[in-house]
């Protein structure tokens, strides 16, 4: 079974990836749909290691989506 999840908006957000191994952090700032910024951060949770990252919104800095490895 596969669940899929479509978001229409489109936000200005900053995205905090974590490391907990090695307590590396990054951060930088994205546009786009939460779909688009969510496959972009899978990407670079995968590609340098990262344990979990955060999407908080530029404009109100409310937490918007964690993703996490498992």
């Known amino acids: 079974m596969a669940i899929n999840i479509r ?8 995205v905090s990836f974590y490391s907990e191994s090695d307590g590396f952090s990054l951060r930088y700032d994205d546009c786009g749909s939460m779909d688009d ?11 340098h290691n990262f344990d979990y990252a955060d999407v908080c ?10 993703i996490e490895r498992t």
């Open 7 to 14: 978001h229409t908006y489109t936000s200005h957000v900053t």
């Open 37 to 47: 910024i969510a496959e972009r951060i899978c990407e670079v949770l995968v590609k």
């Open 57 to 66: 919104s530029s404009e109100t800095g409310e937490l918007l989506m964690v």
